[in-house]
């Protein structure tokens, strides 16, 4: 004779199951995505959101799509102290006249409502060059026309 599992029945240790109220619902749902909310925010300000969408979305082609090297350079240049502007106050302009292979790029300050600075003025901080088939960077900075890797 074979025998059949019986079904074990559990009881709760507070009895029965009841049903939560509106306002549970709500606290409970607040304590999970208040402190998420927070912890967002914090990442976002402090730049850390930044770096990691740059290291997943900058890839091998990316070098050779002058936006998205833009976005990986402006977050270079500020993160690596090159600048006390912030990102948004920065203009790259490519030099058009260069071969696909690399490119200079000049970095400058841009003077705005949200910027400071003398207005209608476009101070060149220093020029950028990049070697799209080596993925090298070099600066000019503090040193005009000697280049340097990036710090």
């Not at 749902?29 to 930044?50: E, N, Q, Y």
Request: charged letters at 25%; glycine letters at 6%.
């Amino acid at each position: 004779m074979t025998d059949t599992p019986q079904k074990k029945s559990f009881r709760l240790p507070g009895g029965p199951l009841t049903k939560r109220t509106l306002r549970q619902h709500v606290l409970r749902r607040l304590a999970l995505v208040l402190p998420l909310s927070l912890l967002m925010i914090v990442l976002a300000k402090s730049g850390f959101m930044d770096t990691l969408v740059d290291r997943y979305t900058f890839t091998s082609s990316s070098w050779y799509d002058d936006t998205a090297l833009i976005r990986h350079l402006r977050l270079l240049v500020t993160r690596n102290g090159m600048t006390h502007d912030k990102p948004d106050c920065l203009l790259f302009v490519v030099n058009g006249n260069d071969p696909p292979t690399g490119s200079r790029i000049d970095v400058m300050e841009k003077h705005t409502d949200a910027c400071p600075g003398p207005k209608g003025e476009l101070p060149r901080l220093f020029t950028l060059r990049v070697d799209r088939m080596n993925r090298l960077i070099l600066s000019d900075q503090n040193s005009p026309g000697e280049f340097h890797p990036l710090p």
